[in-house]
């Protein structure tokens, strides 16, 4: 059965036999999610925009955690269709009544035109990470790689009690899974030289599909 925020801090306490460090347990998987983002290379994932993340008319909010924007799919006569990118000044001489053909990314927002109807839809091929545990019960990196989340866990634990060869040998699990992991993303964005890490600045525009 997969982990989620509840069963990690359980089976990290358990395995550790420290369940007086319960009240610091959602600390450490902070602290495991930060280490995430600085080993792990932003993981290639897909989300919906919806009516719910339109802020007006044609813009709409972008997940927190996304850091490239690769792709972008809408529908046109219930067609699906790949959108072009051509910038904000490129929207300015394209009319609200065309098809939503088009967009820009524009800080933490995307902007399309024409309008998008009612119930419109998009799909967004984004590099990122899931969000923090603390706002979901769960996310596809838990959900694949639990042993990240757990053994980064319980680094910090072991860290915090001063156990510092179980914290070593937690860290040296946590770093071959991260390793095997950033293989596999590399291998599917199609480059043999290592990704830049990503950080939460500037939301990048891929090239595109």
């Given at each position: 059965?997969?982990?989620?925020?509840?069963?990690?801090?359980?089976?990290?306490?358990?395995?550790?036999?420290?369940?007086d460090k319960a009240t610091q347990c959602p600390?450490?998987?902070?602290?495991?999610?930060s280490m995430i983002k600085r080993k792990v290379?932003?993981?290639?994932?897909?989300v919906t925009l919806d009516e719910s993340d339109?802020?007006?008319?044609?813009?709409?909010?972008?997940?927190?955690?996304?850091?490239?924007?690769?792709?972008?799919?809408?529908?046109?006569?219930?067609?699906?269709?790949?959108?072009?990118?051509?910038?904000?000044?490129?929207?300015?001489?394209?009319?609200?009544?065309?098809?939503?053909?088009?967009?820009?990314?524009?800080?933490?927002?995307?902007?399309?035109?024409?309008?998008?109807?009612?119930?419109?839809?998009?799909?967004?091929?984004?590099?990122?990470?899931?969000?923090?545990?603390?706002?979901?019960?769960?996310?596809?990196?838990?959900?694949?790689?639990?042993?990240?989340?757990?053994?980064?866990?319980?680094?910090?634990?072991?860290?915090?009690?001063?156990?510092?060869?179980?914290?070593?040998?937690?860290?040296?699990?946590?770093?071959?899974?991260?390793?095997?992991?950033?293989?596999?993303?590399?291998?599917?964005?199609?480059?043999?030289?290592?990704?830049?890490?990503?950080?939460?600045?500037?939301?990048?525009?891929?090239?595109?599909?």
């Amino acid at each position: 059965m997969s982990l989620d925020y509840t069963t990690l801090q359980t089976l990290v306490l358990s395995q550790s036999k420290r369940s007086d460090k319960a009240t610091q347990c959602p600390q450490y998987i902070r602290s495991c999610e930060s280490m995430i983002k600085r080993k792990v290379l932003a993981l290639e994932s897909r989300v919906t925009l919806d009516e719910s993340d339109r802020a007006s008319e044609g813009i709409y909010n972008l997940p927190s955690n996304v850091q490239e924007v690769r792709a972008v799919y809408g529908s046109v006569a219930s067609q699906r269709v790949l959108l072009r990118n051509v910038g904000l000044m490129g929207l300015t001489s394209l009319a609200e009544s065309d098809d939503s053909l088009y967009y820009a990314i524009v800080g933490t927002t995307i902007e399309f035109r024409g309008v998008p109807g009612a119930g419109s839809e998009f799909e967004i091929v984004m590099l990122g990470w899931p969000e923090a545990l603390a706002t979901t019960p769960s996310n596809d990196l838990l959900t694949n790689f639990e042993d990240l989340y757990v053994f980064g866990t319980l680094f910090y634990l072991y860290n915090d009690t001063q156990d510092l060869e179980l914290a070593q040998a937690c860290l040296s699990v946590f770093e071959d899974v991260a390793r095997h992991l950033n293989k596999q993303t590399k291998q599917r964005l199609g480059s043999p030289s290592p990704q830049p890490l990503y950080n939460f600045g500037h939301i990048a525009t891929g090239r595109g599909y």
